[in-house]
């Protein structure tokens, strides 16, 4: 059974970059996408990218963003430069299944707090 | 403000049907090419995908769960409402002017 497990530093101060990895067991990265979506406190979701194991991203990236793949470690990253405390939110990493064109499968998120 | 908007709360009573409304536009959900997806989001928890290709069910999704599209709009139907239904819902579809993937504001459901 496919599941990711995504890990990163919870607490950042402004300014700094946000650091998150989803790590893929059970499966391999060949033939999705794999895409980050965050949650501010009580709001909605909101997409960030994806990414597929040959390294193309999804354009229209925000700004700040950079997605990585490692296949190597089976593994996909996220890093958000800059932070400032709008960046606080839960950070999801999903499977996207294109042919189904939906997230199938999703982490368990991490809680990121920016704050002085 | 979200590109696809959605009601922010719906309610039932055990065992009623409930729909829950997601409208887009022409390069989103009213483009030929682009899908409409469904997720549910329990309190604290991860979002699960509920709905996907407009009104299909991943395995393991009750059939009391379905989708609808008709132009640029979608809906949800819960028939047969249960209290473990009481959660948030989302609908999301690919923008092509965007390029990029939008979700609606969300729907918080509540079972009386």
């Known amino acids: 059974q496919v599941q990711l497990q995504q890990w990163g530093a919870g607490l950042l101060k402004p300014s700094e970059t946000l650091s998150l990895t989803c790590g893929v067991s059970g499966g391999s990265l060949n033939n999705y996408y794999w895409g980050w979506i965050r949650q501010p406190p009580g709001k909605g979701l909101e997409w960030y990218g994806e990414?597929?194991?040959?390294?193309q991203i999804n354009p229209s990236l925000k700004s700040r963003v950079a997605i990585s793949v490692d296949t190597s470690k089976n593994q996909f990253s996220l890093k958000l430069t800059s932070v400032t405390a709008a960046d606080t939110a839960v950070y999801y990493c999903?499977?996207?299944?294109?042919?189904?064109?939906?997230?199938?499968?999703w982490g368990q998120g991490t809680m990121v707090i920016v704050s002085s | 403000q979200s590109v696809l908007t959605q009601p922010p709360s719906a309610s039932g009573t055990p065992g009623q049907r409930v729909t829950i409304s997601c409208s887009g536009g022409?390069?989103?959900?009213?483009?030929?090419?682009?899908?409409v997806s469904w997720y549910q989001q329990l309190p604290g928890t991860a979002p699960k995908l509920l709905i996907y290709s407009d009104n299909q069910r991943p395995s393991g999704v009750p059939d009391r769960f379905s989708g609808s599209k008709s132009g640029a709009s979608a809906s949800l139907a819960i028939s047969g409402l249960q209290s473990e239904d009481e959660a948030d819902y989302y609908c999301a579809a690919w923008d092509d002017s965007l390029n990029g993937r939008v979700f609606g504001g969300g729907t918080k459901l509540t079972v009386l």
């Open positions: 999903a499977r996207v299944n294109a042919g189904d064109d939906a997230f199938d499968l």
């Open positions: 022409s390069s989103n959900i009213g483009s030929r090419s682009n899908t």
């Open positions: 990414i597929n194991d040959s390294g």
